[in-house]
Structures are given as structure tokens and as C-alpha cells.
């Protein structure tokens, strides 16, 4: 599978439910918490999250995200 970035944040439902199917379905995906000082610095980030990208493509975003990894061959548990 190729691999996948995905911007969260604290405090965020679709968040939570994202990175759980992420973990859960061991996606080969960097997960990045914006809120986390060291990311701070990033000049190229998202406005809305979750988001997924592959590369510099969103692919999804919101719980469409899991409706997307799912489509590319990953299963609801």
C-alpha cells in the first residue's frame, strides 16, 4: 500500500475515530497532531481535520476518510 499523512487535532471527534481506524487497521500513514509544539513551524498545513493526503493530494477529510481507506482495500472492523 502506499503511504498516506493525516493532520489531526486535540479535540476533535472525527479525529479520534480516524486515527482509532488508523491504528486499528495498521495504515501505513505518518499521523501528525498539528497541535504539538513541534509542528508548530509547518507552512503547508491544512484548514480543516482530519485530513488525509497522499503526498501533496487530499484525499479525504472528515469521517470520509475511513469511508476512503476502506475503499482502497482496508475493512471496518
Known amino acids: 500500500m502506499l503511504s498516506y499523512k493525516i493532520y489531526i487535532t486535540r479535540d476533535c471527534p472525527a479525529c479520534e475515530r480516524v486515527e482509532t481506524f488508523i491504528v486499528n487497521q495498521s495504515v ?9 509544539p513541534c509542528h508548530t513551524n509547518l507552512i503547508e498545513l491544512p484548514i480543516i481535520y482530519p485530513a488525509l493526503f497522499q503526498g501533496k493530494k487530499l484525499l479525504a477529510y472528515g469521517d470520509d476518510i475511513i469511508v476512503s481507506l476502506v475503499k482502497r482495500g482496508y475493512s471496518l472492523k
Not at 29 to 36: K, N, T, Y
Request: aromatic share 0%.
Open 28 to 36: 501505513d500513514c505518518e499521523i501528525i497532531m498539528i497541535d504539538d
